[in-house]
């Protein structure tokens, strides 16, 4: 039986309902939660096209970790953005939201409904709301700030953007550097920037979005058991093959979650248990960040999914994407 067919008609009226704006579906919340399930049997209903809002589920070469959508799923609905970008590659926010508006345009162009699904807030917002319109910065700025040490740079920062300073830990490096070279580079403070955004489309489109917040418990669970499945996977052989290339240990693919586990593994720094036993700590530890994250920081309005998502609840819960939720 496919997972639509329990879902409520209601759905898929609302979806189509005649607006001037076309639609777009947004469902998100933390790892684990069942967004990608939600997802595609939402996508399967309507004939909508599911885009990726996920940082690391972009990249290829980590389907495993990042729990990337297996090749039946991609038979059973269309699917953009996923494994598109080479792990020696980082993406940032603003060039994730570019893609991701490209590809949103396209579906709109075809007469289909794109279905957002993803648990990276930075990706989602700047899509939606825009991004600070930030000069590049000058090279030479950025080389002097970043072979600086973090006690210079932090009085340099208390100097010229205290404001700055004083909201920022002083362990911060990054954050202190970012918001040192920009003030150093363009003249004005990071907050000044941050001020104006560009590029957003939230005003563009009938936004219908669903946040899944189920009981910690339940999601806690599920993260250690997705880990514990992800071994058997095949992610030991995944995350060889990225130590194989001898990446830069600072890309974001090497920070991923199960990536510094198992590369201290492979490299005989602990048991294969201990490589577990922290990836899975620390998959409960992002889930529970996103959790907060996506508690409050989207708008009150935008409803709230808060029981476990089993397949027996697939319906109730894209209920609340109908006109009322």
Known sequence: MSLSSSLPAAI?????????????????????SGKSALALALAQQIEGVI??????????????????PTDEERIQAKHRLYGVQDVALPCSAAEWAGLARHE??????????????GGTGLYLRTLLDGIAPVPAIDPGVRDRVHSAALADNRSKLEALDP????????????RINRALEVILSSGRTLAEWQKQR?????????????????????????????FARMIEQGAVTEVEALLARRLNPN??????I??????????????????????????????????????HQ?????????????IGRLGEALALLGPEG
């Open 104 to 117: 949103i345009t396209a579906i709109h162009a075809n007469g289909r409904t794109p279905v957002l699904v």
């Open 12 to 32: 898929n009226v609302a979806i189509a309902m005649p607006s001037p704006k076309p639609p777009l579906v947004l469902i998100a919340g933390p790892t684990a």
């Open 251 to 256: 890309l974001p693919v090497m920070r991923a």
């Open 163 to 174: 404001q700055a300073a004083a909201r920022i830990k002083p362990a911060d490096g990054a």
């Open 258 to 295: 199960g990536v510094r586990e198992l590369s201290a593994y492979l490299l005989g720094q602990c048991s294969l248990d201990a490589a577990v036993a922290g990836g899975q700590q620390a998959t409960r530890r992002y889930a529970k960040r996103q959790y907060t994250w996506f508690a």
């Open 198 to 226: 560009e590029g957003g489309i939230a005003d563009a489109v009938m936004l219908r979005p669903l946040i899944l917040l189920p009981p910690r418990k339940w999601l806690y669970q599920r993260c250690d058991e997705r």
């Open 298 to 310: 989207p708008p009150p309005e935008w409803p709230r999914f808060r029981e476990a998502l089993d």
């Open 51 to 68: 885009v990726n809002g996920d940082s690391a589920q972009i990249y290829r070469d980590l389907k495993v970790l990042s729990a990337a």
